[in-house]
T-cell receptor, first 109, second 116 residues
Framework: DAKTTQPNSMESNEEEPVHLPCNHS???????IHWYRQLPSQGPEYVIH???SNVNNRMASLAIAEDRKSSTLILHRATLRDAAVYYCILRDSSYKLIFGSGTRLLVRP | GAVVSQHPSWVICKSGTSVKIECRSLDFQATTMFWYRQFPKQSLMLMAT?????????EQGVEKDKFLINHASLTLSTLTVTSAHPEDSSFYIC????????????FGPGTRLTVL
């Protein structure tokens, strides 16, 4: 399974943008980049996914490097409810999601 | 969005007993469901893939005789922890992709198992 590397934790101020980085230097051409987040004592929640092009949805934006070896999840205006562990995951053709250690995001009021 | 439920949300049992956890897709059919385990302050670990109408496939290191999985219908998968011991105490989470779209998986709220 391809691996991802994320910072253990990040902090942000409320209503400011947050850029969560993810490195995946061993990504293969058919791996999708997925982001999920998990609030305490809850199951993970889908955030966004992409393959090559940048993606936007109501929750976030995903910026994918041209060589696909890294990506960045962008929360445009962080709220206190965005405090969670964010997981960057490479999904291959098996459809299994293999979770790494993720980034714990702390949002300061 | 699609909803996945789990029952029970928490369970406490004595060592040596078996515990069954249900995972249901409430508004979509799921031919495949996934089971995860999460220890405190750790990430999710994929345990097995549950396939409707066929045997589950287990990840390396997961004992299939201890963690019995039955995918009885297109909306229900069950995980039975047999002869549970304190080291099996964990947060068990299931997920299901809706239909043929595996790009977005919906996760259940989790079941916290405590074995005394």
């Amino acid at each position: 399974d391809a691996k991802t590397t994320q910072p253990n934790s990040m902090e942000s101020n409320e209503e400011e943008p947050v850029h969560l980085p993810c490195n995946h230097s061993t990504i293969s051409g058919t791996d999708y980049i997925h982001w999920y987040r998990q609030l305490p004592s809850q199951g993970p929640e889908y955030v966004i996914h992409g393959l090559t092009s940048n993606v936007n949805n109501r929750m976030a934006s995903l910026a994918i490097a041209e060589d696909r070896k890294s990506s960045t999840l962008i929360l445009h205006r962080a709220t206190l409810r965005d405090a969670a562990v964010y997981y960057c995951i490479l999904r291959d053709s098996s459809y299994k999601l293999i979770f790494g250690s993720g980034t714990r995001l702390l949002v300061r009021p | 969005g699609a909803v996945v439920s789990q029952h029970p949300s928490w369970v406490i049992c004595k060592s040596g007993t078996s515990v069954k956890i249900e995972c249901r897709s409430l508004d979509f059919q799921a031919t495949t469901m996934f089971w995860y385990r999460q220890f405190p302050k750790q990430s999710l670990m994929l345990m097995a893939t549950s396939n409707e109408g066929s045997k589950a496939t287990y990840e390396q290191g997961v004992e299939k005789d201890k963690f019995l999985i039955n995918h009885a219908s297109l909306t229900l998968s069950t995980l039975t922890v047999t002869s549970a011991h304190p080291e099996d105490s964990s947060f068990y989470i299931c997920s299901a992709p809706p239909g043929l779209d595996y790009n977005e998986q919906f996760f259940g709220p989790g079941t916290r198992l405590t074995v005394l």
